[in-house]
């Protein structure tokens, strides 16, 4: 196989080589966290957030925490993708209906290319939590759209190219609490507004790692081999519930159909900061950059609901792995 990733070359992308004694495939920065405790005044921690390319830099939109612990979006710069600076004041989102841009909360943002705009997908409270939209062609002025889905939704993610002229969604129905369920599934909308044709694409289950819910992560990858899926696999143990990170593939034309699924994730919490934190034993994938060149990816997880990280990892050695060790032959 010579896998290749379907996109732009990023000759910038954060990077260090696997170290030689690691025998895991995927690896962590060795000065993360990168983004650490109070990285603002007043906020406790900026995490699960997303991270593009942007005029030869980097961009994203930040989930911070203050003091109160509710979550807003911010955005943040940085030159190499490992330093950051961040706008001091929420993102304010533009809407003209005043339903829709009542503030509760906003979590978890990803951020998706689809020709040439940005959007920003997050979990977004109204009546409990959905799916909040809003688009943006300088990350400065963001217009907020219809929400997504009927509340309780999370971990909406949209692909990164339309099918047949359609956006497709990946999200989670949940509940109003931490859910102790949750299986992927796809939607499509033409305008972004009216969203059907719900298809389920994988259900939790399987090994204990994933057993209590799964969740997308960053955008999927479009690759030679199918949509190169990171995402959240969830397990209860006595002391709550554990986070991994796992990889799966699905089709290229049709990506509600799962090619594979592999059946062991590529990162456990075991880092200090992955284990002390808010929310102990969280590793979280949100955002993703990728070089088609190299076949590089660098991918930013929450951790411990405090800190954001980086890990890194190379298509094609994950690819691989995901279709020689799949979870249901
Ligand atoms: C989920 C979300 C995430 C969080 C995770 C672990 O339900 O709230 O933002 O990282 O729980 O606490």
Redesign the pocket.
Known sequence: MKLKIVGPALPNIPWQPKPQDNPDLMWRYDANPVIGRRPLPRVTGI??SAVVPWKGGFIGVFRTEGMDRIPHLHVGRSPDGINFEFEPKPIELKCDDPEVRRFEYA??PRVTLVDGVHYVTW?NGYHGPTIGIAKTRDFVRFEQLENVFLPYN?NGVLFPRKFGGKFLMLSRPSDTG??PFGDIFVSESPDLVHWGRHRHVIGRGGPWWQGTKIGAGPSPIETSEGWLLFYHGVTTTCNG?V?SIGGMLLDAKQPSKVVACAREPFLVPEAPYELAGF?PG?C?PVGCLCDSATGRIALYY?AA?TFTALCFCDAETVVRFIKDNPLRK
């Open positions: 995490y699960n979590y978890d979990c999370r931490h859910t519930f986070y929310v969280v979280f929450g609901d």
